[in-house]
Nanobody, 114 residues
């Protein structure tokens, strides 16, 4: 079992920055990859960025060059978000992949005003 807790969301003006943090607890040695997904109102949840245990990263095209995912330690992942725009407004969810199982945090709201 893995538990995930997100923090760092909030309200920011367009062009601003935020950093999201995800803290994992439980059987963290079994985590293969961690990542961030987001879900805007009326839309499906979509991938934002992922990072594997050995540091390989993957980004959605819409955030490439603006967002950076990093693994601070074995149990903490950051998502640095720069040059935010209103289209980035969503609930952001932390995800951990353990074997064939997926674990999710409860989400943190990010709102970007124009």
């Amino acid at each position: 079992q893995v538990q995930l807790v997100e923090s760092g969301g909030g309200l920011v003006q367009a062009g601003g920055s935020l950093r999201l943090s995800c803290a994992a607890s439980g059987v963290i040695f079994s985590i293969n990859a961690m990542g961030w997904y987001r879900q805007a109102p009326g839309k499906q949840r979509e991938l934002v960025a992922t990072i594997t245990r050995d540091g390989r990263t993957n980004y959605a095209g819409s955030v490439k060059g603006r967002f950076t995912i990093s693994r601070v330690n074995a149990k903490t992942v950051w998502l640095q978000m720069n040059s935010l725009n209103p289209e980035d407004t969503a609930v952001y969810y932390c995800n951990a992949a353990v074997s064939r199982f997926q674990y999710w945090g409860q989400g943190t709201q990010v709102t970007v005003s124009s």
